[in-house]
Each structure stands twice: as structure tokens, then as C-alpha cells.
């Protein structure tokens, strides 16, 4: 396959390299690979700490700014970042008011995560976690015991970011962040196979003709593979298995999600069909999001992720952001 890379083993490095180019409001330590916001440590604020794979961009450095988190961890592809680099994120950006770490559930996450917890504490910082657990495909993965942490991971870093923003403690900012998390469900499908740069060459076999459903963001099998459907199709299957969990009473915020390699056009054309789904379901709309936001390399599919908000979330999701990737109100 070809890739618009140098060598696989550089390829963090160089991206990472870019990224502080392209964005001098962030402070990019390439050699430690933390990515932090230029203005950390903001005086009485709780800071957001988050990270995982590389592979996944934007998630999470394009997250880093404010109304977002304040540092990201970025891995080897598809591969957790390792304790020191979240225990030197979280003292670079904590003011005395406390570090949030947002952590997908993944075992390797999960895993170096606590571990980082525990030696920030032995160095005075107070860590609180959140686990991100909101994909309804399947219940336990090649990555993963429990659910995967997919598309909810915006959610929760968007609106407890924005909670920290407002100056909420600790206590506060982790508890919405729990509540974005328990009020989201997600749903991924691909057209086609992620290819890694150290193989090379996909890393499951997806014949022309059909699709898997219920994939996970490293690609990971979904629950069934199905001949090729029409976008209004897997709009009704996808948006009806979140629904079936889901089961939201009030308003809800979209994310249509491509998975990086399926152009806009598409991802607008399935979000008018998600948006056809909700309504036939009445469910009501309050925030749609379409584009590229948590991707897996060069995978060719989709995912909907539906959170239910209150007048409170709502708020907090519409409050300023200004990240590398999503930025309103400012």
C-alpha cells in the first residue's frame, strides 16, 4: 500500500513535528510525545488529560485547546502511551485544582492509565478518572473486557471540558463527564480494511461486496458481516441497535463519524439518512456533528454516536471551544 510517510518507525514522530508547526498554540514535546495547550497551567482551573493509539486522529491532540483538554498523550499507532507520559502531561497542566484523565477502555489504556493515576498522586497531583466505554456493538474485544470507548470519547472531552472551563471542581467536572459518557451509544460499520504502517497491507480480509458490522476503532471484527447495503440501510440497522440500547427520552446530539478514508460527500449523505432514522423514531436532533473526528487510519466506513442531553449538557456542548479540530463561539 502507499503512504505518505517516510520510514513506519518515524511516523509519530514526524507527525507530531507537523502538528507544532501548524499550530504554535500548542507547546508539542516530540521526543515525550505530550501535546499541551501553551497557555497551561490556567490558575484554578481542572485540567483534562486524555490520550491513546496514534491512528485516531484527530483524537485526541486536535482535542487540545480551550473548551477542550488540556494534553494529549499520543502512542505508538494503535498502541496505549505509556505512564510517564500521562504523569509529565498532568504535571505540566495541573494548577492545584486537579487533573481529569478521559480514558477509552481499552485494556492497555486502561492498564497505564491507573498507573499514571497512582504515581501523579505520589507526586502531589490529584487525578480523578473517567472510563469511556459507549460502543454497543459488541460486549468484549480483542482490545477490550467490556464495551469500547469510540465516538462518545468528543462527547465527554467537549462538554467536561467545558464544565472546566466554567471553573466546576474536580468532583463536578468528573461527574458530568461520567454522565456524557453513561448518556452516549455508538455504532461503527466498514466498507473497507485499515491498513497500519508497520504491515503495510490491511489487517483483515474484507472481500469487494461486503461489509462488517459493528467494527471497532483498531479494527477489530464487528458482530456480523454482511453483503454491501445502500446508506439508508446501515443508517437503519446502526441507528436502531444505538436506539435499542440507548432508549433516549429527550433530545440528543449527533455524531456522524467518518472513519478516515470515506469522503465528506458520503458522510453527509448518511447523516441526512441518520437524521431520516431519528425522526421516523421520534427522536429529536438538538446538535449535529459530520466529518472525520475519531478515524482509524485509512478505513473506509462510518460510525453514529448518540448522546441525550438536558438543557444543562446542551449548554455546555454549545459553550466555546478552540482546539485543532473543533473550534466555535470564540
Given amino acids: 500500500m502507499k503512504m505518505l510517510i517516510n520510514v513506519p518507525e518515524t511516523v509519530v514522530a514526524d507527525a507530531l513535528r507537523g502538528m507544532a508547526a ?3 498554540e500548542l507547546t508539542v514535546d516530540v521526543e515525550n510525545r505530550v501535546v499541551v495547550r501553551r497557555d497551561a497551567p490556567v490558575a484554578g482551573k481542572v485540567a483534562l488529560v486524555s490520550g491513546g493509539g496514534s491512528g485516531h486522529e484527530p483524537l485526541h ?32 497542566v495541573d494548577s492545584g485544582a486537579g487533573v481529569l484523565f478521559v480514558v477509552k477502555n481499552y485494556t492497555g489504556d486502561v492498564l497505564n492509565f491507573e498507573m499514571a493515576a497512582e504515581l501523579a498522586e505520589d507526586e502531589g497531583i490529584q487525578v480523578v478518572q473517567v472510563l469511556v466505554n459507549d460502543d454497543v456493538a459488541v460486549t468484549d474485544s480483542l482490545y477490550t473486557a467490556g464495551r469500547r470507548g469510540t465516538g462518545a470519547t468528543l462527547f465527554v472531552e467537549k462538554i467536561a471540558g467545558a464544565a472546566a472551563d466554567e471553573g466546576a471542581p474536580l468532583d ?3 461527574a458530568v463527564a461520567r454522565r456524557v459518557n453513561e448518556s452516549s451509544r455508538s455504532f461503527g460499520v466498514a466498507l473497507g480494511a485499515v491498513t497500519t504502517p508497520a504491515k503495510g497491507s490491511p489487517t483483515f480480509d474484507l472481500p469487494p461486496g461486503e461489509l462488517e458490522l459493528g467494527i471497532g476503532i483498531h479494527g477489530e471484527p464487528g458482530r456480523e458481516r454482511r453483503p454491501m447495503m445502500t446508506s439508508r440501510e446501515i443508517a437503519d440497522f446502526a ?3 444505538v436506539l435499542e440500547d440507548l432508549r433516549p427520552t429527550g433530545p440528543v446530539i449527533v455524531l456522524v463519524n467518518g472513519m478516515g478514508a470515506t469522503p465528506l460527500l458520503e458522510l453527509y449523505g448518511f447523516g441526512a439518512e441518520v437524521q431520516r432514522v431519528l425522526s421516523e423514531r421520534g ?4 446538535r449535529t456533528l459530520v466529518g472525520n473526528y475519531v478515524t482509524s487510519l485509512d478505513m473506509v466506513g462510518c460510525s453514529v454516536t448518540l448522546c441525550q442531553v438536558d438543557e444543562e449538557l446542551l449548554r455546555l456542548w454549545d459553550a466555546p471551544v478552540q482546539t485543532p479540530a473543533l473550534r466555535w463561539g470564540r
Fill in 172 to 174: 463536578r467536572v468528573a
Fill in 283 to 286: 427522536v429529536v436532533a438538538a
Fill in 61 to 92: 491532540a486536535g482535542f487540545v485547546g480551550p473548551g477542550m483538554l488540556s494534553a494529549a498523550c499520543p502512542g505508538e499507532v494503535f498502541t496505549s502511551p505509556v505512564p510517564d507520559q500521562m504523569v509529565r502531561a498532568a504535571a505540566a
Fill in 22 to 24: 501548524a499550530h504554535p
Fill in 239 to 241: 441507528v436502531d441497535t
